[in-house]
């Protein structure tokens, strides 16, 4: 009778310890898809440049130059804006920039004017990276979590950049970003992308 008694407790101890082995393995697949790489500091608590942003997804390439603006345009270059693979995903998935989303926007000139195709604005040289990361666990009183990054103005870039002060750059992103600091409004393939 005992041995009945204590098999049957084992059985039911066994089904239990496998259903909660099973759960654990199911979070952790839904974790695992929603997991975004995220930034890296350094022991300085400097923002560690991202490689290969020139391969994540391409959102946009925004240009104010200085002809359409009597020549003082506070940002007269191209900026080619990128977002990280899994940022973007989730963005695509959930419409929210996830915790750890990185945007990097590089620096143009504006260069030539004429083409074979008629007249334009074409790229000239790199002119600069810079990089906006939201971290709301390392930054929770910077506006949304967002924080600005600048790896130089010349090839070659930073290896590791310090955070602007809020005032640089956030009060902007705050007063006129369409969606979570960020300048969506601007940015057709994000629009395009989140859900309706």
Not at 88 to 102: D, E, I, L, S, V
Not at 156 to 178: G, L, Q, R, V
Request: proline share 7%; glycine share 8%.
């Amino acid at each position: 009778m005992f041995a009945i008694r204590d098999r049957t407790a084992m059985k039911r101890a066994l089904a239990f310890a496998a259903g909660v082995l099973a759960l654990a393995a199911m979070v952790g697949a839904v974790q695992a898809e929603d997991r975004i790489p995220g930034p890296r500091y350094d022991d300085k608590g400097q923002l560690i440049r991202a490689d290969g942003w020139r391969q994540w997804v391409f959102i946009g390439a925004p240009l104010t130059p200085n002809a359409l603006n009597d020549g003082k345009a506070p940002f007269p270059e191209f900026h080619n804006v990128y977002i990280e693979p899994a940022a973007y995903a989730h963005f695509a998935k959930t419409g929210k920039f996830p915790n750890g989303t990185m945007i990097a926007k590089e620096l143009l000139s504006v260069g030539e004017t004429e083409a074979v195709s008629g007249n334009g604005y074409f790229q000239g040289k790199f002119q600069g990276l810079e990089f906006t990361v939201k971290d709301t666990e390392r930054f929770p009183k910077e506006p949304g979590g967002w924080t600005y990054y600048s790896f130089g103005h010349a090839l070659p870039y930073a290896n590791a950049a310090k955070a602007f002060p809020t005032d640089a750059c956030a009060a902007c992103h705050e007063a006129a970003a369409e969606y979570d600091m960020v300048f969506t409004q601007y940015y057709p393939i994000l629009k395009a992308a989140a859900p309706k």
